[in-house]
């Protein structure tokens, strides 16, 4: 009885390698990559058209940086796997919201909430889920706003809405996510430096947050006086 239920696990294991291996290498699954980078591109392209706008007509621009990435096929799998969900196409796209990604990277807070406004008042972007870490931030202290959306790609013979996350961020905020993100994955700490770590990076998360709200209270100080200025020379 063990031999054959040793025999089934080996089954079961050689069936989830031949499906991992299928879903990397298949054209379906090349295909819809191909999909969700259309999109990625569709969203990044309306953010790099929104700031022309803004530094043409305001001589201001509410974006500094955008970056964009495709999930790696790996990290999909490993996913799909965590998440318990079968190893197949139909998994990414109907549980998957992050395989694409565009992170907005803003001078200030309010630059955040206008840019997020301007790509959900768009006619052809549907407001998927929308999770505002800003206003309540993570445990760990991260903050970020994220939006998933769906958005149309037009193929030779239809049109299909493919779905895109994109988180907004600071460029405090940003610069905390990264170091936080290279501290996480650092296995050979122990336990009481791990947790003094965290309380730590909690900490500057916090002070990261001030900051943001500081330097937002003296770019609106800056704009009513020159405002005032203007008005009265």
Not at 82 to 100: G, H, M, Q, T, Y
């Amino acid at each position: 009885m063990s031999d054959m239920l040793e025999i089934d696990d080996n089954r079961s294991e050689l069936s989830d390698e031949m499906k991992k291996l299928q879903l990397r290498n298949s054209k379906e699954t090349k295909q819809l990559m191909t999909y969700y980078n259309c999109a990625m591109l569709e969203i990044e392209t309306k953010f790099r058209v929104l700031s022309q706008e803004f530094s043409l007509e305001r001589d201001y621009n509410p974006i500094e940086t955008i970056k964009s990435r495709l999930k790696s096929m790996d990290s999909i799998i490993e996913k799909l796997q965590r998440k318990d969900l079968p190893l197949e196409l139909e998994s990414i796209e109907n549980n998957l919201k992050d395989v694409a990604g565009i992170r907005v990277i803003c001078p200030f807070l309010s630059d955040i909430y206008r840019m997020a406004s301007c790509l959900m008042e768009q006619d052809d972007i549907v407001v998927i889920e929308k999770k505002d870490y800003i206003k309540n931030p993570k445990k760990n202290g991260y903050r970020s706003l994220h939006l998933i959306v769906e958005t149309p790609i037009f193929l030779q013979k239809e049109k299909r809405m493919m779905k895109v996350e994109v988180q907004f961020r600071t460029i405090a905020m940003d610069f905390w996510a990264s170091l936080e993100h290279r501290m996480h994955y650092k296995k050979n700490l122990d336990v009481k430096m791990q947790e003094m770590l965290v309380a730590e990076l909690r900490d500057c998360a916090e002070e990261s947050a001030n900051l943001d709200i500081r330097m937002e209270t003296v770019k609106d100080y800056i704009e009513e006086n020159t405002e005032k200025t203007q008005k009265y020379s």
